[in-house]
T-cell receptor, first 111, second 114 residues
Framework: KQEVTQIPAALSVPEGENLVLNCSFT??????LQWFRQDPGKGLTSLLL?????REQTSGRLNASLDKSSGRSTLYIAASQPGDSATYLC??????????FGTGTRLQVFP | DVKVTQSSRYLVKRTGEKVFLECVQD?????MFWYRQDPGLGLRLIYF???????EKGDIPEGYSVSREKKERFSLILESASTNQTSMYLC?????????????FGPGTRLTVT
C-alpha cells in the first residue's frame, strides 16, 4: 500500500533555529512530491513541488530535498521565525490522478 | 495567481438537511477535488472530476455526491447531513489529469452538523 508518513507530529523550536521536517513514503516510484503549509482553520498553501527527476527545490528560506531510493523527503527551514508556525504537509503522486497526504507536522516557533 | 474560492468559511446545518458546498477556480484547470480533513486522519479524498459532467469516487464517497456542470465550478452535496460529516472540507484544482501536477487549494469550509 502506498503511504506517506510524517514524523514528528509536532515540533517546537526557538526563533532563529534551522530545522528539518521529514516525510517518508513507502514506494520509491513516485512521480512528484509536494510540500504544503496550513495555518489553523485555513486551506493549504503550496510551498514546493519536486519532480521525481529532481534532487531539491528552493524557495527563499525553504529547501526541499528528495531521495527516492530511501523513500524520504526533507523540508529545511533556515533561520526560523514565529511566522513560520503552521502545520506542514507533504503529499506524493505516484503517477495517477490522486495525491496521498501525510498527516503533517505541527511546527511552533517561539520568540 | 491561481485562485480557488469556496462559498462559505463556516456552515452550521441540522441533521437530515441537504447541504451544498460550492467551489470555483479561475485558472481553467481540468481537475477539481473535494477532500475532508479530520484530526488524526489527515486529508481524505471524497470525489474528484477531470472534466465537465465527469466524476470519480475517491476514498470516502459514501454519503456524498458531486456536480460539475461548468469547468470552473465543482459542488459537493451532502444528501442528508449527519453528525459524522462534521469536518473541514477543502476544494482543490490542478491543471492536468494524469500524472497529477501541482494542486491549489481553497480556504476551506468548516461544516458543523448538529
Amino acid at each position: 500500500k502506498q503511504e506517506v508518513t510524517q514524523i514528528p507530529a509536532a515540533l517546537s523550536v526557538p526563533e532563529g533555529e534551522n530545522l528539518v521536517l521529514n516525510c517518508s513514503f513507502t514506494d520509491s516510484a513516485i512521480y512528484n512530491l509536494q510540500w504544503f503549509r496550513q495555518d489553523p482553520g485555513k486551506g493549504l498553501t503550496s510551498l514546493l513541488l519536486i519532480q521525481s527527476s529532481q534532487r531539491e527545490q528552493t524557495s527563499g528560506r525553504l529547501n526541499a530535498s528528495l531521495d527516492k531510493s530511501s523513500g524520504r523527503s526533507t523540508l529545511y527551514i533556515a533561520a526560523s521565525q514565529p511566522g513560520d508556525s503552521a502545520t506542514y504537509l507533504c503529499a506524493v503522486n505516484w503517477g495517477t490522478d490522486k495525491l496521498i497526504f501525510g498527516t503533517g507536522t505541527r511546527l511552533q516557533v517561539f520568540p | 495567481d491561481v485562485k480557488v474560492t469556496q462559498s462559505s468559511r463556516y456552515l452550521v446545518k441540522r441533521t437530515g438537511e441537504k447541504v451544498f458546498l460550492e467551489c470555483v477556480q479561475d485558472m481553467d484547470h481540468e481537475n477539481m477535488f473535494w477532500y475532508r480533513q479530520d484530526p488524526g486522519l489527515g486529508l481524505r479524498l471524497i470525489y474528484f472530476s477531470y472534466d465537465v459532467k465527469m466524476k470519480e469516487k475517491g476514498d470516502i464517497p459514501e454519503g456524498y455526491s458531486v456536480s460539475r456542470e461548468k469547468k470552473e465550478r465543482f459542488s459537493l452535496i451532502l444528501e442528508s447531513a449527519s453528525t459524522n460529516q462534521t469536518s473541514m472540507y477543502l476544494c482543490a484544482s490542478s491543471p492536468q489529469r494524469t500524472p497529477l501536477y501541482e494542486q491549489y487549494f481553497g480556504p476551506g469550509t468548516r461544516l458543523t452538523v448538529t
